[in-house]
């Protein structure tokens, strides 16, 4: 069988358009939000600004985050399982 379309290449794939989603997503709310809040308070320690850009970036930034740590416990529990 091929491994043309290998489980690391779809897991990227979605990955990758998970974040590209967030981002996008992070402009719309960013633009629409302002209107309601200049900032935004996170957990007491960060304020992001209600701008397009810095909501997109955050979108990103946390998405990314949170994919990467899933697919390392995936990579992780593989490897183990393999063992």
């Given at each position: 069988m091929s491994d043309r379309f290998g489980g690391r290449r779809i897991l990227l794939l979605v990955g990758l358009s998970v974040v590209a989603i967030s981002g996008i997503l992070g402009l719309f709310i960013g633009e629409n939000g302002k209107q309601v809040a200049t900032s935004i308070d996170l957990y007491g320690i960060v304020s992001v600004p209600t701008t397009p850009l810095a909501v997109s970036?955050?979108?990103?930034?946390?998405?990314?985050?949170?994919?990467?740590?899933?697919?390392?416990?995936?990579?992780?529990a593989s490897r183990w399982d393999e063992a």
């Open positions: 970036l955050y979108g990103i930034i946390i998405s990314a985050v949170a994919l990467g740590v899933l697919f390392g416990l995936v990579e992780f």
